[in-house]
């Protein structure tokens, strides 16, 4: 088992910028591919970033690509997506996942293990 923490959330102004965080702790010893996710209210929960486990191949939604910055730090047993030039139409919960496979998927069904999620708000 691993259990995913995400942290780094908040309220911010449409151009700012935050970085999320998700620890991972339990089985970290396994090889395993992470990925954001996000779900806006009323919404379904859609891919944003993934890397996998040497951190040399990241993947990004079209909606996040040039604004957004997944890396991890394995000693550590973190992941971060760093954002950029946040718009408002970014505002979600965001979900860090894990993946019994080094490699990265996009598709939410691909993972095995989710965080509780934290809140991002971006106002206009």
């Known amino acids: 088992q691993v259990q995913l923490v995400e942290s780094g959330g908040g309220l911010v102004q449409a151009g700012a910028s935050l970085t999320l965080s998700c620890a991972a702790s339990?089985?970290?010893?396994?090889?395993?591919?992470v990925g954001w996710f996000r779900q806006a209210p009323g919404k379904e929960r859609v891919f944003v970033a993934t890397?996998?486990?040497?951190?040399?191949?990241?993947y990004y939604a079209d909606s996040v690509k040039g604004r957004f910055t997944i890396s991890r730090d394995n000693a550590k047993n973190m992941v971060y997506l760093q954002m950029n030039s946040l718009k408002p139409e970014d505002t979600a919960v965001y979900y860090c996942?894990?993946?019994?496979?080094?490699?990265?998927?996009?598709?939410?069904?691909?993972?095995?293990?989710w965080g509780q999620g934290t809140q991002v708000t971006v106002s206009s």
């Open positions: 890397i996998n486990w040497s951190g040399d191949s990241t």
């Open positions: 339990g089985r970290t010893n396994n090889r395993y591919a």
């Open positions: 996942a894990a993946r019994r496979s080094g490699l990265s998927a996009t598709a939410s069904r691909g993972y095995d293990y």
